[in-house]
């Protein structure tokens, strides 16, 4: 039932590694996002993709790469992890710029 | 460059009050208005949308409202409970842009 999901709920891993983050969603949206939250809990846009087409881009490291196979997923992979990427990473996803559905993060810890 | 504020920060409260919640965007050429709950270690929870051309909007205990001129919306929430405390953002998106601009949120506690 669960209308936006992610994978995997905690990640810990060590600076310098790749990893990856996976996003579902079952609404049937056009357009997905991934959001940063930092540790002063401030939500940031990162990225955004609507009918598996990248739309917005914030200033990203280039370490980070949004991949979007279908409408319904969109993955994040982040090369080289950095302490400051420690964070919690939201995926939502909306019916164009309609009421935006959010998952239930993805909490990354680098160590 | 959209700014989104929301003062105060946090707010503690005993069981039974209404309270106001308020938000403040700095560009008023917004397409919609969206106000979020968030409770400890978990997602956003959409609680209500209100669109550019609506002044309120209503759930249950909850009415949020909206004064595109003014930059600013309210959310009103009817006889606080101690499950109401949550972390409350809002959130604004520009016209003609997927993207959404959240202020820092509000932490309300609600005491028994």
């Known amino acids: 039932d669960t209308a936006v999901s992610q994978t995997p709920k905690y990640l810990v891993t060590q600076m310098g590694n790749d990893k990856s983050i996976k996003c579902e969603q079952n609404?049937?949206?056009?357009?997905m996002y991934w959001y940063k939250q930092d540790s002063k809990k401030f939500l940031k846009i990162m990225f955004s993709?609507?009918?598996?087409?990248?739309?917005i881009n914030e200033t990203v490291p280039n370490r980070f790469s949004p991949k979007s196979p279908d409408k319904a997923h969109l993955n994040l992979h982040i090369n080289s992890l950095e302490l400051g990427d420690s964070a919690v990473y939201f995926c939502?996803?909306?019916?164009?710029?309609?009421?935006?559905?959010f998952g239930p993060g993805t909490r990354l810890t680098v160590t | 460059k959209q700014e989104v504020t929301q003062i105060p920060a946090a707010l503690s409260v005993p069981e039974g009050e209404n309270l106001v919640l308020n938000c403040s965007f700095t560009?008023?050429?917004?397409?919609?208005l969206q106000w979020f709950r968030q409770d400890p270690g978990k997602g956003l929870t959409s609680l209500l949308l209100i669109q550019s051309s609506q002044r309120e909007q209503t759930s249950g205990r909850l009415n949020a409202s909206l004064d595109k001129s003014s930059g600013r919306s309210t959310l009103y929430i009817a006889a606080s409970q101690p499950g109401d405390s949550a972390t409350y953002l809002c959130a604004v998106r520009a016209g003609g842009s997927e993207k959404l601009v959240f202020g820092k949120g509000m932490k309300l506690t609600v005491n028994p």
């Open positions: 939502a996803s909306s019916q164009s710029t309609h009421e935006q559905y």
């Open positions: 560009d008023s050429a917004i397409y919609n």
């Open positions: 993709y609507n009918n598996k087409e990248l739309i």
């Open positions: 609404l049937g949206h056009d357009t």
